[in-house]
C-alpha cells in the first residue's frame, strides 16, 4: 500500500521514504541502513541531511529515482559511487570506479600528518598511493604553508585525483603537485632525497585471500586493496625509500591493516634508520597506522657508512 505524505498531494514523506528504504538495505545486509538511506533521501532531494525532515516530500520522478539508488545499494554499490562523493575530514571528495574510496580511520593518519606538518614553517609533505588524493588535499587545506606532493601509479586513480586538485585550488586550497609514479620505485622521488618533512602513505595492505565486503571486492581497485600473501609488499619498499627522502628529522606515517600492528613497526625497526616508532589504534581499539621518525644519526652500515642524516 503506498504511503502518502498529506492529503491532495501525491509526495511521499521523506522519513517514510528512508524508513521503507532502510528496511531493505538492512535485509541487504548494508551496515548502518537507516544512515545511508538519509543520505540517499537527501542526495535526491538536494538538501543536506541534516535538513531531510523538513524537506517537501519526493515527487514521483524523485521517489522512482531514490527506489533505483536504493536498489543500487541493496545489490552493494558503494554509497559513494551513488552519490559521486565521499567526506574526509572537511573535504568532500569526488569519487567513482576505478579509485579506492578513503575510509573514515584513515582521517586519522592524515589528522596525525596535518599535526606534524604545523610543526614547520613551509614543510614539505608527501603522500604516497594518493588515490582520491584524500590525504594530500587535506593536509594542503589544513596546513596552507605546506608544498603537498601527490603520488599515484594508476592512470584510473590518476584522473579522479587530478579531479579533485583542480577542484580543490579552485576554490583557493593551496594546488598539489600531482606526480604519476609507482611507489615501488627505485628512483621515485629523485629530485627530493632528504628534503622531505613529512610523508603519509595509505598503500595497499589487506593479504591475498582475505575475505573482503562486496563493495571493495566488486568496487574498489584491487591494486589498491590486497598486496601479496601478507600484505606488506607495498609498504616493504616504501620504507627503506621513505629514509632516503626523509630529512634528518623527518616524521613517517603508514597506515596498515589491522593485523600488521606488530608487522609494520619491526619493518621500521628492521631499517635502522628510524627511531620513535610507534603503532596507533583507530577509534575501534585496531591497530590501524604505524609513525616513525628519521633518525639523525644512525649505525645501520647500509646508510652512507653509518654517518646518516
Known amino acids: ?37 538519509e543520505v540517499l533521501a537527501a542526495y535526491v532531494l538536494g538538501v543536506p541531511r541534516g535538513r531531510l525532515a523538513l524537506a517537501d516530500g519526493l515527487s514521483p520522478d524523485q521517489r522512482r529515482r531514490f527506489d533505483a539508488l536504493v536498489a543500487r545499494r541493496a545489490d552493494r554499490e558503494p554509497l559513494q559511487h551513488l552519490t559521486g562523493s565521499a567526506p574526509f575530514r572537511h573535504l ?31 614543510p614539505l609533505v608527501v603522500d604516497l598511493c594518493s588515490g582520491s588524493g584524500a590525504i594530500a588535499l587535506a593536509v594542503a587545506q589544513e596546513v596552507p604553508a605546506a608544498r603537498v606532493v601527490a603520488v599515484e601509479g594508476s592512470p584510473a586513480a590518476l584522473s579522479w585525483l587530478r579531479r579533485n586538485a583542480t577542484s580543490r585550488a579552485a576554490v583557493g586550497d593551496r594546488p598539489v603537485e600531482v606526480v604519476a609514479a609507482d611507489v615501488t620505485a627505485s628512483d621515485l622521488l629523485d629530485d627530493l632525497l632528504g628534503r622531505v618533512d613529512v610523508l603519509l602513505c595509505n598503500p595497499p595492505y589487506v593479504p591475498a585471500g582475505v575475505v573482503v565486503p562486496p563493495e571493495v571486492s566488486r568496487h574498489d581497485p584491487a591494486r589498491a586493496v590486497f598486496a601479496g600473501m601478507d600484505g606488506l609488499a607495498v609498504i616493504r619498499p616504501v620504507v627503506p625509500r621513505a629514509a632516503v627522502l626523509l630529512r634528518p628529522g623527518g616524521r613517517l606515517g603508514i597506515e596498515h591493516d589491522d593485523t600488521q600492528g606488530a608487522a609494520v613497526p619491526g619493518l621500521l625497526a628492521g631499517d635502522g634508520r628510524y627511531d620513535s ?23 645501520d652500515p647500509r646508510d652512507s657508512g653509518g654517518a646518516g642524516g
Open 277 to 299: 616508532i610507534a603503532d596507533h589504534a583507530d577509534l575501534a581499539g585496531r591497530p590501524r597506522f604505524a609513525t616513525a621518525t628519521r633518525r639523525r644519526r644512525t649505525v
Open 1 to 37: 500500500m503506498s504511503q502518502q505524505p498529506s492529503e491532495g498531494t501525491n509526495r511521499e514523506r521523506p522519513t517514510l521514504a528512508v524508513v521503507r528504504a532502510a528496511r531493505v538495505l538492512a535485509d541487504a545486509g548494508v551496515e548502518g541502513p537507516r544512515g545511508e538511506a
Open 92 to 122: 568532500e571528495l569526488a569519487v567513482g570506479p576505478g579509485v579506492f574510496v578513503p575510509r573514515p580511520e584513515t582521517e586519522l593518519l592524515a589528522g596525525w600528518g596535518v599535526e606534524q606538518a604545523r610543526r614547520e614553517a613551509a
